[in-house]
């Protein structure tokens, strides 16, 4: 398999899953009062799409290529890799911190407001870089995984972007300088991507790409149990975010078995 021939549709894969930050501070600025709960349903249905890959193709086709082994020691670096990034980031300014962007209009000191906004914007940058590898990476191998990832990254990236414009908005009255750093927060992704490309197409062997696959499945595993299911369980109905993830593993399931 030549992968050289996916590497457009990877990068642009990446970067719109990445720019779906800006959804969430479009959001922010029309809607008077931003409901995350809304998008709990999505967020069930963004962990059930990737924990079916992860385990379903993407961990399989990895052990098939590397041996179960290897395949195992990669998928558990990815979690690691991706558990480490969390860890680095304070607790405040952890993406995964969605406290209070249900009453925006609770007001605290301008200042204070910014720097909340700016430091969540660089936690999500850092956080968002990995995705940008694990999409990248995930379309070189198999364009139909690449699609799934990336709208499942792009689901999940929406509330993101909500947490870095809300308060930088309501600290300027802004709404320009609130997208602006949701945009700059997006943009990791697909620097990652660009990273992964430079780095990795000269080795990317069958080997290489198999042992990629395996960690991609670690970061989308901890992504899913880490971030998506805690959030959509904090702000929506359990039903509703169970109803997402079968939803989500129902429809990757029947869209594989027709491709």
Same mark, same amino acid.
């Given at each position: ?19 779906? =930050?800006? /959804?969430?501070? =479009?959001?922010a600025?029309?809607?008077k009062k ?12 963004? @962990? ?13 086709g990895?052990? $098939? &290529? ?44 301008d200042s $204070? ?5 700016l ?7 850092i ?10 990476? #995930? @379309? ?13 990254? @792009?689901?999940?990236?929406?509330p993101?972007g ?8 309501? #600290?300027?009255?802004?709404?320009? $300088?609130a ?10 992704e ?18 290489v ?11 989308? /595993?901890? /992504? !899913? ?12 109905? &359990?039903?509703?975010?169970?109803g &997402?993830?079968? #939803?989500g ?5 029947? !869209?594989l078995?027709?491709l």
């Amino acid at each position: 398999m030549d992968v050289s021939e996916n590497v457009d549709v990877a990068l642009l894969l990446t970067l719109l899953a990445g720019l779906s =930050t800006g /959804i969430g501070s =479009t959001i922010a600025y029309f809607i008077k009062k931003p409901r995350i709960a809304y998008l709990s349903f999505g967020l069930g249905l963004s @962990a059930g799409v990737m924990i079916y890959i992860s385990f379903m193709e993407l961990l399989p086709g990895a052990i $098939k &290529g590397l041996g179960e082994l290897w395949a195992l020691a990669a998928f558990f670096v990815g979690i690691g890799v991706i558990a480490l990034i969390d860890l680095l980031i304070p607790e405040p300014q952890n993406p995964h911190d969605y406290t209070g962007l249900d009453e925006p209009t609770a007001r605290q000191p301008d200042s $204070k407001l910014m720097r909340t906004g700016l430091m969540t914007a660089l936690a999500i940058g850092i956080h968002n870089f990995p995705e940008g590898l694990a999409t990248f990476a #995930a @379309a070189l191998g198999d364009v139909r995984f690449g699609i799934f990832i990336a709208i499942a990254i @792009a689901i999940h990236n929406i509330p993101e972007g909500i947490a870095v414009s809300v308060p930088i908005f309501f #600290a300027t009255n802004n709404k320009n $300088k609130a997208f602006f750093y949701s945009f700059l927060s997006g943009v990791s992704e697909p620097v990652g991507a660009m990273v992964g490309y430079l780095i990795l197409m000269p080795f990317l062997t069958p080997a290489v790409l198999a042992a990629l696959l395996a960690f991609i499945a670690g970061i989308m /595993i901890y /992504i !899913s149990l880490d971030e998506l299911l805690p959030m959509a369980h904090r702000y929506g109905h &359990g039903h509703l975010v169970i109803g &997402g993830i079968v #939803a989500g593993m129902l429809i990757m399931a029947i !869209s594989l078995l027709m491709l």
